[in-house]
């Protein structure tokens, strides 16, 4: 019988920001689609522009990923390529996996120059703690995700799947994606994260705050003493329009910051 989530600890990675890290950015959820070109323009301006010394990308960058190589013969997906290449120039970027893009591999972000990050990770930025994750972990409730999750992750099948031809895993994809839009036409709503696992997650890494994405409800949640901050989704291409940015400063400050076109 598997131990039960909500008193097992995970494995943390650490991540400890050099002194010249003054301001770190974190992003989730931009479900980046050659069909949504508002968004990726809006997500290449930003990262052309942000004056942060890291960002760090907690999940679903993309809105699938079936493999690398499937990466090498789409013209959009090298766009993004090109985009996380020019920006790791000048700033760390770094990369989680999320629930659409977690068979990205580490020869695709090393050639981009991004730092893969396990899920969960410590940020210690200064004196703040901070555990980052993507959050899809979190969400027990949503019983037959957690199902997929447990067998998707696993390597053996990582492994079996990845040497399917890409014409089967492009066709299991675009299966999960038609599931995902008739739940959304159902009204099913993303589950939040649970509350005890949560506290479990940041006890274990003595953190102050978990900030994770994957739900889609942007919200600062008090839990006790500490606080649990839900990232924004980015959506340009269809209402309501959402492309936000927490910032986090080295002294201690928070903020989120909106990257909507004017007008």
């Not at 970027?93 to 591999?105: E, K, Q, S």
Request: aromatic residues 6%; charged residues 20%; glycine residues 4%.
């Amino acid at each position: 019988m598997s131990a039960d989530p909500r008193t097992t600890a995970p494995s943390i990675g650490q991540l400890t920001a050099p002194e010249a890290w003054q301001t770190v950015d974190l992003i989730s959820d931009l479900h980046l689609q050659a069909s949504e070109m508002a968004t990726f323009e809006a997500w290449l301006a930003y990262m052309a522009s942000t004056p942060a010394q890291a960002v760090l990308i907690l999940g679903d960058l993309f809105e699938v990923w079936v493999g690398d190589d499937a990466a090498a013969l789409d013209p959009f997906l090298q766009r993004c390529a090109d985009v996380l290449r020019q920006a790791s120039q000048r700033l760390q970027v770094a990369f989680m996996p999320g629930n659409r893009d977690f068979l990205v591999g580490k020869d695709f972000l090393s050639a981009c120059g991004v730092r893969l990050l396990s899920d969960p990770t410590l940020l210690a930025l200064g004196e703040q703690r901070i555990l980052l994750s993507h959050g899809d972990a979190l969400c027990l409730n949503d019983k037959p995700y957690q199902a997929f999750r447990l067998q998707a992750r696993d390597p053996e099948w990582q492994k079996s799947f990845l040497a399917q031809a890409l014409a089967e895993r492009q066709a299991f994809a675009r299966r999960l994606r038609s599931l995902s839009e008739s739940q959304k036409q159902e009204g099913m709503a993303f589950a939040d994260a649970d509350p005890e696992m949560s506290q479990l997650w940041l006890s274990h890494a003595n953190a102050d705050r978990l900030v994770h994405g994957h739900t889609h409800r942007p919200a600062d949640h008090p839990m006790g003493t500490s606080q649990r901050h839900v990232l924004s989704d980015w959506s340009l291409d269809h209402p309501p329009l959402r492309a936000q940015v927490m910032r986090l400063e080295r002294q201690g400050e928070m903020s989120r910051i909106d990257h909507l076109p004017l007008g």
